[in-house]
């Protein structure tokens, strides 16, 4: 333990002022056994402090194979090791001069110990959460409709919040997002809601509810805006289970109370994006006026269908004669910047931007524009007066 003398005459030999220095001063020593390998730093940003602070909880999230992230309740950020030229030493009993409130009018001297020290610490970036295998995941088992008589429920491959939780990089409020997204619900084989496990619907049986309702809304001449609840699970019930059809209905749809009935307005775009997915699920190309005379006939009285509806899940290739339309769904794409650009590359050489711009706009982060994504990943030049984006690098084909 220093002495004050001996501090003194350590600034001396330094040729420090004590005047120029704090009159409170850290004597630090090593406590035994002390390792780097003793604690980890990390580096967080005001919103994380204040979550921390606030009681909430930070979760490591990613499987043997994947890069960890770490999520808060409604984000996820990226772990990386940054290193650091000086060494960093945690001290829990130091103070920092803000933090003592009753200085001294002489020096006088305070022994505070090292209770572990790092070279480098965890730095955080927010980032895309990483949500595509949730539907991978959620398709090993897809639910294909009620149980017919002898058939078994296939109890494999099922899924909890919990489970999702392990296995996905994402928050918790992403997660349900893209559930909500994805049209996923919870089930059981009584066809009952519960907290229990997460399906996806098949496409097939989606497309056929979907079916049911369009329908329904034409043969009773009801508006799109304005389609009854009970009246439509009492019509359809006979074909299927009424939780199915009102959970069709969420997804396809706005819920809304008049005179204490209720109704739901069909959501145009997502209607007419649905029958036209129907369409093509399993045509490779389509020729394009066939199909958007077909797909126009094929939705409730009173939409129109637009090609600006199908962003993002289809391409149009206008340098084909006739024209043609083909199924390219964005959430197909890989999730990592540089395979998603060379992948685009090799199923189109060269892209307009208002045709790559839906298959990059969900990998831009903050403040990104999909811009500066092609500025990055493609080189741009003129062709028949319209400017075109091809790849900086040789795609293997």
């Not at 439509?232 to 959970?247: C, D, G, R, T």
């Not at 389509?286 to 289809?314: C, D, H, I, Y």
Request: aromatic share 8%; charged share 30%.
């Amino acid at each position: 333990m220093r002495t004050l003398e001996e501090v003194q005459a350590t600034l001396q030999i330094a040729k420090l002022k004590e005047e120029d220095l704090h009159t409170t001063i850290h004597c630090l020593s090593f406590g035994e056994s002390v390792s780097s390998a003793d604690y980890c730093l990390m580096e967080l940003d005001e919103t994380l402090c204040k979550h921390i602070e606030a009681g909430q909880s930070l979760v490591i999230r990613g499987d043997k194979d994947e890069h960890a992230v770490l999520c808060s309740g409604d984000k996820t950020y990226d772990l990386k090791i940054a290193d650091t030229s000086n060494l960093l030493l945690f001290v829990p009993e130091c103070r920092t001069p803000d933090q003592l409130t009753d200085p001294q009018d002489s020096s006088h001297v305070v022994h505070a110990q090292i209770w572990g020290f790092c070279k480098s610490y965890w730095e955080l970036r927010k980032q895309r959460p990483k949500l595509k295998k949730l539907k991978k995941i959620l398709m090993e088992n897809p639910y294909e409709g009620p149980l017919l008589a002898g058939q078994e429920e296939n109890t494999e491959n099922r899924y909890t919040m919990q489970d999702l939780l392990k296995r996905i990089q994402a928050s918790e409020e992403e997660i349900k997002t893209q559930l909500e997204t994805i049209h996923a619900c919870q089930i059981d084989e009584r066809i009952s809601f519960h907290p229990g496990y997460w399906r996806v619907l098949d496409f097939d049986y989606e497309m056929k509810l979907l079916g049911h309702i369009t329908q329904l809304v034409d043969s009773e001449s009801w508006s799109p805006n304005k389609v009854p609840l009970q009246t439509s699970l009492e019509e359809l019930a006979p074909l299927e289970p009424k939780e199915m059809i009102q959970h069709c209905l969420n997804c396809y749809g706005k819920r809304y109370t008049e005179n204490e009935e209720v109704f739901y307005a069909l959501h145009e775009e997502k209607v007419c994006r649905g029958v036209a997915l129907m369409l093509l699920h399993n045509a490779v190309k389509f020729n394009l006026k066939e199909f958007q005379e077909v797909w126009q006939q094929s939705v409730p009285e009173g939409m129109s269908t637009r090609l600006e509806q199908l962003k993002g899940v289809a391409l149009v290739d206008r340098t084909s004669r006739p024209e043609t339309i083909g199924l390219l769904r964005v959430e197909d794409l890989p999730e990592d910047t540089v395979e998603r650009f060379n992948h685009l590359f090799t199923l189109r050489e060269k892209w307009t931007e208002e045709d790559i711009t839906p298959y990059i706009q969900d990998l831009c982060g903050e403040k990104q524009t999909t811009g500066a994504l092609l500025t990055k990943y493609a080189r741009s030049s003129m062709q028949n007066g319209i400017k075109v984006f091809n790849s900086r690098r040789p795609v293997a084909t």
